[in-house]
């Protein structure tokens, strides 16, 4: 049973179970991919940390853990476009298989700043992993490697997710009232 519905959410999108399942099978088929071969995997600070922990224990292939902090969309529901990186990863990655881990792609500008980082930083190669894909926002021509679910243009909560910092926390993923964001939107 989840916990009793946030007074700010509209509804429960993904279901805590039904992301778990999803991460395993995730987790299997890169496990299947990189058969024989380390993997470095770089949790993208701070909206992948809990999809980012789960994912790692479904993964049998020996890894390494990195954290690398960057933000786009300043304090607001739309984003920025502007990317800033605010912590850099502490290890060279050079000729090492990397695997991204993002909550989500929504105009693409941050995975494809992902991507041409890591090729820069000479990694030998480049996968990423994303929990929730959203292509109608897309603004970059660019798909992640694997993807746990296609969603919808709403705003979406929980399990990692945020708007100003709040509802990381929800075990699940939801859609926020729009009343929520509108009304802090608005100066
Ligand atoms: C979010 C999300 C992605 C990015 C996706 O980060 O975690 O990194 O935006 O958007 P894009 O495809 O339009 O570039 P955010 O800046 O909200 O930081 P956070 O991870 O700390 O929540």
């Avoid at 969309?73 to 000729?95: F, H, M, N, P, R």
């Avoid at 090492?96 to 991507?115: A, R």
């Avoid at 929990?131 to 296609?150: G, H, Q, T």
Wanted: charged letters at 30%; hydrophobic letters at 40%.
């Amino acid at each position: 049973m989840e916990k009793a519905l946030n007074l700010d959410l509209k509804k429960i999108l993904i279901e805590r179970k039904v992301i778990q399942k999803k991460v395993e099978i995730i987790g299997k088929e890169i496990s299947s991919d990189f058969a024989g071969k380390k993997l470095i995997v770089i949790a993208i600070l701070k909206g992948s940390v809990i999809f980012f922990a789960d994912l790692i224990r479904e993964i049998t292939v020996p890894v390494e853990i990195e954290f690398l902090r960057i933000s786009s969309y300043g304090s607001g529901a739309e984003s920025s476009g502007k990317i800033c990186l605010e912590q850099e990863i502490a290890v060279d990655v050079t000729g090492k298989n990397v695997l991204i881990v993002e909550d989500i792609v929504d105009s693409g500008n941050t995975l494809k700043f992902l991507l041409d980082y890591f090729a820069q930083k000479g990694a030998q190669s480049i996968r990423s992993c994303v929990l929730l894909d959203k292509p109608s926002r897309r603004v970059v021509d660019i798909k992640a490697d694997y993807i746990c679910f296609e969603v919808p243009d709403d705003f979406i909560v929980g399990y990692g997710l945020d708007y100003n910092q709040k509802y990381r926390n929800l075990p699940y993923l939801a859609i926020l009232k729009k009343e929520c964001y509108i009304k802090n939107d608005i100066q």
